[in-house]
């Protein structure tokens, strides 16, 4: 199987500039002056686990590593390829964490989770579903969201239900640290509405249960005070 992924998409992505890294899955991963963008597989037995689009915005993830500098715990979390450390600033969440299986879901569910992938045939119908998202709507997701106000605008339609900004399936920024990304994001964009968000997250991080991410978030607050807005949304 695993030979199978490797020759299908080092076809389609070695030529686009991806290089990729194999441990316990497989990490495909493009660098640009501004942008990070990698997505993962997970073959195992008669299996896959493959996510959507990560992107790192550099201008986002330059001040969270500053954020993170010397601080001992903290939640933004920090990846690795070939020694290179990246923070991810947005995830495609449209490829979902559901499972399908193979010869009787259609892949169009784009479930993040595939079985019955017993066979060539198998594994190849669900590389052509695949290739076709990465080059397809995965690529629509990299263009419109590489405007960072395009991200704001999400969170915001997110606010309006009071979804999370990771939430599976809907949100837009990565599960676990999504509240300190979205307000770099927000500081970056000019947003009217970051006292607001800054309200929010200051109110989370006052409970108890909450103490161990209070260094982070002080830390945040005072880096973000001498970040100059680039945006005005």
């Not at 316990?24 to 299996?47: E, H, K, N, Q, W």
């Not at 490829?95 to 010869?103: P, T």
């Not at 607001?196 to 103490?211: F, G, I, M, S, V």
């Amino acid at each position: 199987m695993k030979k199978i992924i490797l020759t299908r998409l080092d076809e389609v992505l070695k030529p686009l500039g991806y290089r990729r890294e194999i441990s316990d899955g497989i990490t495909y991963l493009r660098v640009s002056d501004v942008y990070v963008d990698s997505f993962y597989l997970i073959p195992i037995p008669r299996a896959i686990e493959g996510t959507g689009f990560y992107r790192e915005h550099i201008e986002v993830s330059k001040i969270l590593f500053e954020v993170t500098r010397n601080i001992e715990y903290s939640r933004i979390f920090i990846d690795e390829f070939k020694k290179e450390k990246y923070i991810y600033t947005v995830y495609d969440y449209s490829v979902s964490s559901d499972w399908g299986r193979y010869g009787k879901d259609s892949f169009d569910l784009k479930s993040g989770y595939w079985g019955r992938l017993d066979s060539p045939e198998a594994v190849n119908a669900y590389l052509d579903w695949y290739i076709g998202y990465l080059l397809g709507e995965g690529q629509e997701f990299l263009d419109y969201y590489a405007y960072l106000p395009n991200v704001l605008k999400k969170m915001d339609e997110l606010d309006k239900t009071n979804t999370y900004w990771g939430e599976d399936k809907v949100g837009i920024l990565p599960w676990g640290y999504a509240d300190f990304i979205g307000l770099v994001i927000s500081k970056l964009c000019n947003d009217p509405k970051y006292d607001e968000k800054l309200e929010r997250l200051n109110a989370y991080c006052a409970k108890d249960e909450n103490e161990e991410d209070l260094p982070v978030f002080e830390k945040l607050k005072e880096i973000l005070e001498h970040v100059e807005p680039r945006y005005n949304v």
